[in-house]
């Protein structure tokens, strides 16, 4: 996806895409979810100049949001009570199966690429992302056992 | 983005049929020739308690995020890392423009030349100049830097804002001010002026409004600067503050203020029009 227009007007069509996935990976806390987004644009700001043409913004931003998600770690406290259900559920998991399931299930990165992002294997990613079920069950109450997901013991 | 399949191997209940039918059928969105892969993988599905609850698991989640990104950006949050970028982006203007030869001769420098925005930039900093001068008597007139942060701080938020709307209705265009900055006016009311949009600007820190008119082709911005300690001046010609000579480039401003609001026009137009816009407004 090529967008046209200039760096800031790229980030206020991506900002409303991005500060959902710096929710979910900020567990809900919304201070550190606008650190990390902040961080982000501030990171593609700096680099923004040297994206060659036809760069995939949208992917690029994500990738950096992921990257500082990592950085930043886990949130000094506890997140608000109340807000959406996903980001609240999210506490339920460590940051690094947060960004995992956020590149794959929800942003639909491969496997590799996401690996790649974060230093991982295949393996260590496919390990990550069975902290789906996890997630699944903080979300929704569900029986632990069926989708052959679970198994992965919290970290 | 080139998508791999989840693939759930070595958990519990996953076979290697598991691990085939999902490299085939995820992500489910994905459009697919019905293959004789894809339909052996389907076969498997329709048979596997433990796919098919995968492939529900995935659509749940997307779900879930899905109603997570119906959260918008706060309207603060958006501020703050505009803000933020202003800062970053003004600096790097700072630091990475040449030195020109107008700086060093005296010259008027040209706009455009280091900070390629364009009219809007040399308009608002005109603008700047004119009511942070009149606010400030004793004010020195802004440096570039100063001018180019602030202007780069309004133009990210014009460029980016989401709080605006496009109306020529001068009703609509009332409500929006009240609600975006407390100040209860419908504008310019004129018969050659149209209203085409409102929307948030900020200067100097300050929170308000540009209203944008259409006069027989040619747009005139009118900004709505609240600020408490002004009281009522009659319309005024802004001097450019290229050097301050009325003759520079630039587009013409013209400021005036009734109590609480500071307001100018600043427009392309000759500084004749501008004034008879306001004089039967007024």
Known sequence: MTERGTFEERVGRALDDLYPGALFLA???????ERILTATLERASRGSHARPPGTDWGGWFEALLAGEALRFGEPAGEAAAGGA???????AIPVRARVALWLVVFRRWGYREAGELMGESR???VDLLAFRHTLMTA????????????????? | ???????????????EACTRARAELWPPERIRLAEPEILEARVHVDSCPVCADYLRQDAALLEAYAQLREVRTPFAVRERVFDVLARERAGMDLATRPPSSAEHSGEPRRRGVWFPVGVGVAAGIALLVALLGRSEPTATPL??????AAMVEDYLRRAVGTEQVETSDPREIQRFLAREIGVPMAGLIHPDLIPIRAEVCMLDGTRGALIQYDRDGEVVSHYVIPAEQVGPREPEVAQSMEDGRPDAMGPNVVTWSRPGVQEALVSDLPVAELLELLRTDR
Do not use: F
């Open chain 1, 123 to 125: 393996e260590g990613v």
């Open chain 1, 27 to 33: 567990r809900g806390d919304e201070a550190h979810a």
């Open chain 1, 139 to 155: 979300l929704m109450g569900e029986d632990p056992q069926g989708s052959g997901t679970d198994g992965v013991a919290h970290s």
């Open chain 1, 85 to 91: 259900p996903l980001p609240a559920a999210a506490q």
């Open chain 2, 143 to 148: 440096g570039p830097a100063e001018a180019s």
């Open chain 2, 1 to 15: 983005m080139v998508s791999h399949t989840p693939d759930d191997r070595t958990r519990p209940g996953v076979n």
